[in-house]
């Protein structure tokens, strides 16, 4: 078969409405053009060990977490004492350079993938909004647009559609490390916040599309923004080896460094707006506030 009849004879996609995130961890492409050709490279020396670790390494670190983190939370459902088709998901995640497309399918023709697809965008907000601070505590930020928007899936290509480039455009448009949430899934959570079946299926997602709500804040610019200071990211914390406190702190620190030593003042506004946002949160985290 030709080239051309290949174009033509592509098949018809199967669209249909899908989440997906745009994530992108913020400063690598400088740091990548610190070395740029091999004869650069001197093994042993700290400089390029450094290099090494600043790039690929928190590259690999960013992609780990997330895998890691939405896979802890599905054993956590599945160990749950909670039926097994309130307990699913479906979510995939596409590694491309420094940045991720995590994305789900939210096809429902007759109500039976409901609960999944709450789940679903539940868990991928979940691990926007934990491993936001603890990556800003690492002086690893990222920046991240999730979005409503048609896609497919092809064997041949993978996952493609407008859905794509609408969460990247709101990545782009969250300016600083935040995570901007397309108004679509607003009211994709609010219509089924109030599902009115009474079965256990629609009251469970019904109190999972509430909780997710509540993950979710309007920013002072009026953009729809995930609240990953607030309280319910916070509880996701409370168990966890790492203390909630001190995640904050380390990032607080982070942060205020960053304001004295940036010299770029594009980047160092960026963080006086972070900076905001932790006082503004910080009576969720401590009794007296961010010291």
């Given at each position: 078969?030709?080239l051309?009849?290949?174009l033509?004879?592509?098949g018809?996609?199967?669209?249909?409405?899908?989440?997906?995130?745009?994530?992108?961890?913020?400063?690598?492409?400088e740091?990548?053009l610190?070395f740029?050709?091999?004869?650069?490279?001197?093994?042993?020396?700290?400089?390029y060990?450094?290099?090494?670790?600043?790039t690929?390494?928190?590259?690999?670190?960013?992609?780990?977490a997330?895998?890691?983190f939405?896979?802890?939370?599905?054993a956590q459902?599945?160990?749950s004492r909670?039926p097994t088709?309130?307990?699913l998901?479906?979510?995939r995640?596409?590694?491309a350079?420094?940045?991720l497309?995590?994305?789900?399918?939210?096809?429902?023709?007759?109500?039976?993938?409901?609960?999944?697809?709450?789940?679903?965008?539940?868990?991928i907000?979940?691990a926007?909004?934990?491993l936001?601070?603890?990556?800003i505590?690492?002086?690893?930020?990222?920046?991240?647009?999730v979005?409503?928007?048609?896609?497919?899936?092809?064997?041949?290509i993978g996952f493609?559609?407008?859905a794509?480039?609408?969460?990247c455009e709101?990545?782009?448009?969250?300016?600083?490390p935040?995570?901007?949430?397309?108004?679509?899934?607003?009211e994709?959570?609010?219509?089924?916040?109030?599902w009115?079946?009474?079965?256990?299926?629609?009251?469970f997602?019904?109190?999972?599309?509430?909780?997710?709500?509540?993950?979710?804040?309007?920013?002072?610019?009026?953009?729809?923004a995930?609240?990953?200071?607030g309280t319910?990211?916070?509880k996701?914390?409370?168990?966890?080896?790492?203390?909630?406190?001190d995640?904050h702190?380390?990032?607080?620190t982070?942060?205020q460094?960053?304001?004295?030593?940036?010299?770029?003042?594009?980047v160092?506004?960026?963080?006086l707006?972070l900076k905001?946002y932790y006082?503004?949160?910080?009576?969720?985290?401590?009794?007296?506030?961010?010291?």
């Amino acid at each position: 078969m030709s080239l051309a009849s290949q174009l033509e004879n592509y098949g018809d996609p199967i669209l249909c409405n899908y989440l997906v995130a745009c994530v992108d961890l913020l400063g690598q492409s400088e740091k990548l053009l610190d070395f740029r050709h091999a004869d650069q490279i001197h093994p042993e020396s700290p400089s390029y060990q450094n290099w090494l670790k600043e790039t690929f390494g928190s590259v690999r670190l960013f992609r780990q977490a997330f895998s890691n983190f939405i896979s802890s939370i599905n054993a956590q459902r599945e160990d749950s004492r909670l039926p097994t088709q309130l307990t699913l998901t479906d979510i995939r995640i596409i590694p491309a350079s420094d940045s991720l497309i995590i994305y789900s399918s939210l096809y429902d023709p007759d109500g039976s993938r409901t609960v999944k697809n709450i789940n679903s965008i539940v868990t991928i907000l979940q691990a926007l909004g934990a491993l936001a601070p603890f990556f800003i505590a690492r002086n690893k930020p990222f920046r991240a647009g999730v979005a409503i928007g048609l896609g497919a899936e092809y064997e041949s290509i993978g996952f493609y559609g407008p859905a794509i480039p609408l969460a990247c455009e709101l990545e782009k448009e969250a300016d600083y490390p935040r995570i901007l949430i397309d108004p679509y899934i607003m009211e994709y959570l609010q219509a089924f916040s109030t599902w009115e079946d009474n079965s256990p299926s629609s009251r469970f997602g019904a109190s999972q599309a509430q909780y997710a709500i509540k993950l979710i804040f309007q920013d002072c610019d009026g953009r729809w923004a995930l609240d990953f200071l607030g309280t319910s990211i916070r509880k996701i914390y409370m168990n966890s080896i790492l203390k909630d406190k001190d995640l904050h702190m380390e990032g607080y620190t982070q942060i205020q460094r960053n304001i004295a030593y940036c010299k770029n003042l594009k980047v160092r506004s960026k963080y006086l707006l972070l900076k905001e946002y932790y006082d503004s949160r910080a009576s969720a985290w401590y009794q007296n506030g961010a010291q």
